[in-house]
T-cell receptor, first 113, second 118 residues
Framework: GNSVTQMEGPVTLSEEAFLTINCTYTATGYPSLFWYVQYPGEGLQLLLKATKADDKGSNKGFEATYRKETTSFHLEKGSVQVSDSAVYFCALTPYSGNTPLVFGKGTRLSVIA | EAGVAQSPRYKIIEKRQSVAFWCNPISGHATLYWYQQILGQGPKLLIQFQNNGVVDDSQLPKDRFSAERLKGVDSTLKIQPAKLEDSAVYLC????????????????FGSGTRLTVV
């Protein structure tokens, strides 16, 4: 089956610290991989995505590289800000078209000034 | 473009009562999803529609949950009777419904309905 495993939170960092949130996946075929962010009181928003091996998704200073050999899609940011405090979800959809997202449990990030 | 609209935003009911949620997807999006997000967990798919037909409802507790998408646009999700464990945020999402839509991150989520069963 298809599943996503994320590192447990919460993660607390000081402003300008380096962020890594680990994500590994199990999937049949060649999935597309996503990171979604959920800010307090808001809905899920797509942060970045990658659709094939070695692709790098990037947005708002966040990056993640699709690593097929390690079945991973770790989220990184070089210098976090207080405004990055949110819950981050890793997700996949199998390469079978028009299929729903399968989410990890989410990782809560708190950035303190 | 307008986003995915959901209502109500919040709902508190007693156990064994019934409740309904409404979702209006992005215009032109053929595929509609309902997800259940329990506190501290990732969203879990309940049901997927393609136009007005059900594609996947394997994880929908059909003894108490029902959903419909009349005319392939708006959708309603109903719970009857509600249990305490149904307390969660119910998310609606839509997508173009094609692989191209998926490939280009074509899923859009609504803000959700937070249900509390007491």
């Amino acid at each position: 089956g298809n599943s996503v495993t994320q590192m447990e939170g919460p993660v607390t960092l000081s402003e300008e610290a380096f962020l890594t949130i680990n994500c590994t996946y199990t999937a049949t075929g060649y999935p597309s991989l996503f990171w979604y962010v959920q800010y307090p009181g808001e809905g899920l928003q797509l942060l970045l995505k990658a659709t094939k091996a070695d692709d790098k998704g990037s947005n708002k200073g966040f990056e993640a590289t699709y690593r097929k050999e390690t079945t991973s899609f770790h989220l990184e940011k070089g210098s976090v800000q207080v405004s990055d405090s949110a819950v981050y979800f890793c997700a996949l959809t199998p390469y079978s078209g028009n299929t729903p997202l399968v989410f990890g449990k989410g990782t809560r990030l708190s950035v303190i000034a | 473009e307008a986003g995915v609209a959901q209502s109500p935003r919040y709902k508190i009911i007693e156990k064994r009562q019934s409740v309904a949620f409404w979702c209006n997807p992005i215009s032109g999006h053929a595929t509609l999803y309902w997800y259940q997000q329990i506190l501290g967990q990732g969203p879990k798919l309940l049901i997927q529609f393609q136009n007005n037909g059900v594609v996947d409802d394997s994880q929908l507790p059909k003894d108490r949950f029902s959903a419909e998408r009349l005319k392939g646009v708006d959708s309603t999700l109903k719970i009857q009777p509600a249990k305490l464990e149904d307390s969660a945020v119910y998310l609606c999402a839509s997508s173009l419904g094609t692989w191209a839509g998926t490939e280009y991150g074509g899923y859009t989520f609504g803000s959700g309905t937070r249900l509390t069963v007491v």
